[in-house]
């Protein structure tokens, strides 16, 4: 079960771990990296894992959940 607790939201690592995982980006899940990107609080570690994800997507190797 996703953990959908605004305010003691898991950390984006559990998070990057969860959608390799499972090869399933839900809603939710976008929402929180679309948040992280656009307050510019990722590190460059975060920022990989992301390209990753992306790349993931485009190859067919993680599916959009709605």
Known sequence: ??????????PLEELFGDILFSGKMTRSD???LRMAILRNS??????D???RLIYS???GRLR???
């Open 1 to 10: 079960m996703k953990n959908l607790d605004i305010k003691h939201p898991k």
């Open 30 to 32: 976008r929402y929180r």
């Open 42 to 47: 990722l590190s460059e570690e975060h920022q």
């Open 49 to 51: 894992i992301i390209n």
């Open 57 to 59: 997507t485009k190859r």
């Open 64 to 66: 959009m959940m709605d």
